[in-house]
T-cell receptor
Framework: GAVVSQHPSRVICKSGTSVKIECRSL??????MFWYRQFPKQSLMLMAT?????????EQGVEKDKFLINHASLTLSTLTVTSAHPEDSSFYIC??????????????FGPGTRLLVL | GDSVTQMEGPVTLSEEAFLTINCTYT??????LFWYVQYPGEGLQLLLK?????DKGSNKGFEATYRKETTSFHLEKGSVQVSDSAVYFC??????????????FGQGTILTVHP
């Protein structure tokens, strides 16, 4: 089946630094990818929709200057957490939409990236 | 706005027990409904889905029926195994327009199955 990878799987950084997380679709082209954030023992919250070749669409309450999204190709989207602070520590998950054949659209999720900001 | 509510966990069962995890939703229009599973240390995987009223999604012995009259999509399995231990998420997606593909998740239910 389709696979979505994320890199890195885990990152620890100092407060004030920026962290880039990559999301790749490995065997299909994804014009649309999604970025979610998951707090411990809570659900996934959609942060933004990443569209290849255009600006990302952010959900209400998500700072676009804080969480920079770039969808440079049909297989890669990146999320950069700028000037990270301890409250940004979380589990970040991406998903990629495979349009499929015959309208059988499916979303595949990456394994997630654990960010810890000290 | 759209929302999904799942029964609170954690749920602890013995092997071969019957499982039900309740899920209800609030949405305008006709959403598609999903159950995702997250095994320890792994990403979310689609377990099953239903795209219209009265559809039944099934996979790996799990079933859920799209009930529009009760706005529900309860997950069931007749006999759980230890390997079913995971976190289960109910979700909905709206087709069309700018909402296409965006998933709204419930809070997740932790299932632990003991031998």
């Amino acid at each position: 089946g389709a696979v979505v990878s994320q890199h890195p799987s885990r990152v620890i950084c100092k407060s004030g630094t920026s962290v880039k997380i990559e999301c790749r679709s490995l065997d299909f082209q994804a014009t649309t990818m999604f970025w979610y954030r998951q707090f411990p023992k809570q659900s996934l919250m959609l942060m933004a929709t990443s569209n290849e070749g255009s600006k990302a669409t952010y959900e209400q309450g998500v700072e676009k200057d804080k969480f920079l999204i770039n969808h440079a190709s049909l297989t890669l989207s990146t999320l950069t957490v700028t000037s990270a602070h301890p409250e940004d520590s979380s589990f970040y998950i991406c998903s990629a939409r495979d349009p499929g054949a015959g309208g059988k659209e499916t979303q595949y999720f990456g394994p997630g990236t654990r960010l810890l900001v000290l | 706005g759209d929302s999904v509510t799942q029964m609170e966990g954690p749920v602890t069962l013995s092997e071969e027990a019957f499982l039900t995890i309740n899920c209800t939703y609030t949405a305008t229009g006709y959403p598609s409904l999903f159950w995702y599973v997250q095994y320890p240390g792994e990403g979310l995987q689609l377990l099953l889905k239903a795209t219209k009223a009265d559809d039944k999604g099934s996979n790996k012995g799990f079933e859920a029926t799209y009930r529009k009259e009760t706005t529900s999509f309860h997950l069931e399995k007749g006999s759980v195994q230890v390997s079913d231990s995971a976190v289960y998420f109910c979700a909905l997606s709206k087709a069309g327009g700018t909402s296409y593909g965006k998933l709204t998740f419930g809070q997740g239910t932790i299932l632990t199955v003991h031998p």
